[in-house]
């Protein structure tokens, strides 16, 4: 399903955080990229978000076709039958969907946790690519940053699932790659220094 835009078509992320009053990750990567803010309708839907629901939480939002039914049920079959998943997901002291309301370096900060145990967190991603060599390079290490330095917990992971069959499960922990998360880190902390200097969330002196 395309996306459907509602007008106005695009907002500025400084005006779109300033007015929330908080920086989101993917505000803060529209910000980074010079984009917009895109808003979707109401009736917008993302095959992504039901799987996130059924998988992290095993409820139900919306029914789907009979065709993205049978999808999302293999894709759901693939991530429970993964033994590196299923060792994050009976984590001591895991929980599921949590909110993350922090400051970082002076800046608030929310965001939302897909998987949180007391030493680990991950992100559950849907992807297109059908190796792990190509997901792990489509990754964008800023979003691990901002979580590893908003909750101080170094270990990581991206749990991809592929779309396509046979729905390939691709688990990587991003201490794996400690160049792209010093990459990841040095640009937040520019970032962050950015948003200090246009006083976004306060009052120029």
């Known amino acids: 399903m395309k996306l459907k835009i509602t007008e106005p078509e695009g907002v500025d992320p400084v005006a779109y955080m300033k007015d929330r009053g ?7 990567k529209t910000f980074r990229d010079g984009g917009m803010i895109v808003k979707k309708t109401t ?13 992290l939480e095993g409820r139900v939002t919306k029914r789907l076709a009979i065709k993205d039914e049978q999808k999302i049920e293999a894709m759901l079959n693939a991530l429970n039958s993964d033994a590196l998943v299923k060792s994050i997901m009976k984590t001591k002291g895991v929980a599921f969907e949590q909110e993350l309301k922090v ?13 949180k145990a007391p030493k680990l967190i991950a992100d559950l ?24 330095s908003g909750t ?3 270990d990581f992971y991206y749990i991809g699932i592929c779309k396509s069959e046979p729905h390939d499960v691709f ?3 991003v201490k794996s790659y400690p160049d792209r998360m010093k990459t990841a880190t040095i640009e937040l902390n520019l970032l962050l220094k950015q948003i200090h200097e246009k006083r976004i969330f306060n009052k120029a002196d």
């Open 43 to 55: 009736d917008y839907f993302d095959f992504g978000t039901e799987l996130h629901s059924r998988f």
């Open 103 to 115: 400051t970082i370096q002076g800046v608030p900060v929310l965001g939302y946790l897909d998987v």
């Open 152 to 154: 101080g917990i170094k």
């Open 125 to 148: 991603k849907t992807t297109q690519h059908k190796s792990k060599t190509a997901f792990i390079t489509s990754m964008d290490f800023l979003q691990a940053a901002v979580y590893i």
């Open 171 to 173: 688990t990587f922990n």
């Open 22 to 28: 908080y920086v989101s990750y993917s505000s803060l």
